[in-house]
């Protein structure tokens, strides 16, 4: 079994305009970075997913800073149970819901709901102690429980792990964008240290895996803050927050971050291998 003490909390994230971009996009970086009066910037209010190392919630378990605000890397081999035991610090009710592994009803971390077309309310029959997974209330704490079987298992073809990943799912759209997403890793017997927690410090990063030096995780996306929980509270940071528009074309085409800090993470690692 591998254990993790998840947190869900607030923070301040700076979207990184990419360092290797050309200069036809640099031309076109004050769009979406430069803050005004009616214009948010680069720095937006994010929800996160964060480990700790106590069971108290009072020692932050470090992280390599090239994960931006991706959660923790969730990694656990053939036949092990991953679990995770999450206490929301957030103001908003979340979850947690993984990819590529087997989980009971009671831990599935979703809701369906028949306000967005493809999703609807769908009869299960199960009582509301089953469905306290869906839905984890500010100061409240839930224990998933999830299984690498080896049907999720990488097969002989595979790389030694597949990686998918966990995310919260009242709203997925809503809150990925918002922040709360993560990796997670189903490898073959025998690929992963005992430990899963591989930083050491933010300068030193020891592998967690017998096979490579160093995973990384870079998520290429459009990270959209007009459908994050708290577009509001960044609308806020303006100077002219009263004046400010939602629903103008102009302004919500400001708020895509197109990869953002995960692009920039590459200058970040290729700067890392070229001291070493």
Known sequence: MRL????????????????????????????????????????????MFREYTDATYSRLASRPPWLGFLGPILRAEVDEVIVVRLKNFATR????????VFYEKDTE??????????????????????????????????????????????????ANCLTWVYHSHLDAPREIASGLIGALLTCKKGILKETNNPVQDQATLESARNDVDQDVFLMFNVVDENLSWYLEDNIQNCSDAAGVDPEDPDFQESNLMHGGRHISQISVIQQRNEIE
């Not at 009710?93 to 590529?100: C, E, L, R, W």
Request: glycine letters at 8%.
């Open 109 to 158: 971390g979703i809701v369906l709901r028949h306000t967005h077309p493809a999703w609807a309310l769908y009869p299960d029959g199960t009582s509301s102690k089953m469905k306290k997974d869906d839905s984890v209330p500010p100061g409240g704490s839930y224990t998933y429980r999830w299984e690498v079987r080896p049907e999720f298992a990488p097969t002989d073809g595979d």
């Open 93 to 100: 009710s979340y979850s947690m819901h993984p990819h590529g």
């Open 4 to 47: 993790f003490l998840f947190c869900l909390s607030h923070t301040t994230f700076l979207h990184v305009y990419p360092l290797l971009c050309l200069h036809f996009c640099l031309r076109f970086a004050s769009t979406f970075l430069k803050r005004g009066t009616q214009r948010i910037g680069s720095v937006y209010k994010k929800a």
